[in-house]
Structures are given as structure tokens and as C-alpha cells.
């Protein structure tokens, strides 16, 4: 376990070295923000949560991965345009995106959906020039998503929210690695948390290295245990 202080210590390229995926097969990461207590969000946005040093992991992680997966509904709410490197995958179940939503009708972004997603708004998204991949019959599975994304050459996929979308991962017992930062703030009320599913679920993890900066935010790097459990 790496245990690093400051953040005057670590490198851009130790962060690097540190978030490395682990050769060239698939392999699923999530990266999340918490408070203290497990809030996954200020006033319903997790990017309210972060700070400096948040946001450099997040450039780090986003430097390494092939594709930012990410629920259609966090991506509006946070406010997501086209990553400046990786590809983007928008997942949605009901396809409920405007259609004037400008990552859609970029050439690396694909939107997967499921056979069973409303016909008007597929069309609608088609008209506007969305690619429309269907990864699931009634639901979008995590399975499919990461074919998907191995069939188009990014096999280092990033999730980056929302807590469906990484509960559904879990779930299924297909997440690799969880980047988990702790927002040094204890924040009460009824915010989700950063893993949402309606079972309860039980999947081994081992810390790979924790970090720390200034600020007081913990930088956490969880990958998964052998065997799991669930």
C-alpha cells in the first residue's frame, strides 16, 4: 500500500504509474466522490464535492482510460460535454436526452440503450445524430456495455456515475477497480450515496494505494479481491 501525505509529493507522473490499468484487457474502473459520511453529492452534484486534488486524479484517470461510461442522467445534471481524450458512452435505459444535448451527435460519442427504449425517442436521437447501441433487452447490461466498448478498441472503460449505473456494475460482478475520493466534509441529509442498488450487495475489495492532500481529501484506490463475495 502506497500512503502519501502531501500532495507536493506525488507527480503527475507517480499518479500515473499509480492509476495504471493493469495491461491491455478489458478492465472496468469506477471513479466516485464522497463525503465523509457517504454523501455522493452536494445539492444533488457531485462535482460540488471536489477540489484540486480531486480533479487532478480525475484528469489522471481520464488521461488513462479508452471511454468515459457514464448515465445519462448524470451527465446532464453535471453538465458533460465531450471529454477532451477518451471516447464517451452514455448509458440510459429510456433514452430521456434531449435531443439538442451536443456530445450526442459527436463522432465518439455512442449512446447505449436496450431493444426495449421508447421508439420515438430513439428516433428522435437518430434524427439528431446520436449512435444508438443496444446492450440489453429490457435493461441496459453491464456485460454488454463492456463488449460493447472492447468491440470498439477501449478496453480501459471508466464509469463515472451515476450510483445506478455503478450499482448495476456491482451487481453484476463486473467492476474491477474503484477510484474513491473522501471529501473531508460531513454533509447529514438524505444525498445518495456513491453505489445505489435495490439489493443489498456484498462484492470483496483490497486497497491498492490511499492517498492525501493538503486539503484533507483521501484518495483511495480499490481493485477487486479473489475470490468475491455475493
Given at each position: ?12 507522473e ?10 491491455d ?9 464522497a463525503?465523509i459520511d ?5 445539492q444533488?452534484?457531485s ?5 484540486d ?12 482510460s ?39 451527435a ?20 437518430a ?19 463492456a ?8 478496453p480501459?472503460?471508466?464509469?463515472e456515475?451515476g450510483?445506478?449505473l455503478?450499482?448495476?456494475f456491482?451487481?453484476?460482478?463486473a ?23 435495490d ?11 490511499l ?5 484533507g481529501?483521501l ?5 477487486r ?6
Open positions: 500500500m502506497h500512503i502519501l501525505r502531501k500532495a507536493s509529493h506525488v507527480t503527475p507517480d499518479l500515473h504509474t499509480l492509476y495504471a490499468y493493469p495491461g484487457g478489458t478492465w472496468v474502473r469506477a471513479n466516485m466522490i463525503s457517504g454523501a455522493a453529492g452536494l444533488g452534484r462535482g460540488d464535492l471536489a477540489a486534488g480531486d480533479r487532478l486524479v480525475y484528469r489522471v484517470l481520464r488521461d488513462l479508452d471511454v468515459v461510461v457514464v448515465g445519462a442522467h448524470t451527465a446532464l445534471t453535471e453538465g458533460y460535454g465531450q471529454p477532451d481524450g477518451p471516447a464517451f458512452a452514455v448509458v440510459s435505459r429510456y433514452l430521456d436526452i434531449p435531443p439538442d444535448y451536443a456530445p450526442i459527436d463522432p465518439r460519442t455512442v449512446v447505449l440503450t436496450c431493444s426495449a427504449a421508447p421508439t420515438s425517442r430513439r428516433e428522435a436521437l434524427a439528431a445524430g446520436a449512435q444508438l447501441v443496444d446492450c440489453g433487452t429490457d435493461t441496459v447490461e453491464p456485460a454488454a456495455i463488449a460493447e466498448c472492447e468491440r470498439r478498441g477501449w480501459h472503460i471508466l464509469l456515475g450510483p445506478r455503478l450499482g448495476s456491482v451487481a453484476a460482478d467492476l474491477d477497480d474503484l477510484c474513491l475520493t473522501t471529501s473531508p466534509i460531513l454533509l447529514g441529509g438524505t444525498a445518495s450515496r456513491p453505489l445505489d442498488h439489493d443489498e450487495l456484498a462484492r470483496g475489495m483490497v486497497v491498492a494505494h492517498l492525501t492532500d493538503e486539503d481529501y484518495f483511495a484506490r480499490w481493485v479481491a479473489t475470490p468475491t463475495f455475493g
